[in-house]
């Protein structure tokens, strides 16, 4: 399991993440996720990539994160903002 680059605390049951997956090429890949106890919401389960040609911010559910390196295995990366709303 890698490890979250992003997440949001609203109380001790519900949280949101955003996973690193890996990289294939210019193109990096996470999963976004939320929890509600213990149990991923499904629904609320999604994939999504960022294009390293296109800049090294992306900003996903009010998260904006900037990647400072990153390869296959790890990502280097500063959060300049976390998630702005309540699940």
Known sequence: IMPSLVG?????????????NGKSGNILKFTYREFTGHMVRQPYTTNFTMDLNDGN????????????EANNNLIKYSVTRNFNKKI
Do not use: P, T
Request: glycine share 8%.
């Open 8 to 20: 949001s605390e609203m109380c001790i049951r519900d949280r949101q993440v955003i996973e690193y």
């Open 57 to 68: 911010s992306i900003g996903y559910k009010g998260a904006l994160i900037k990647v400072e």
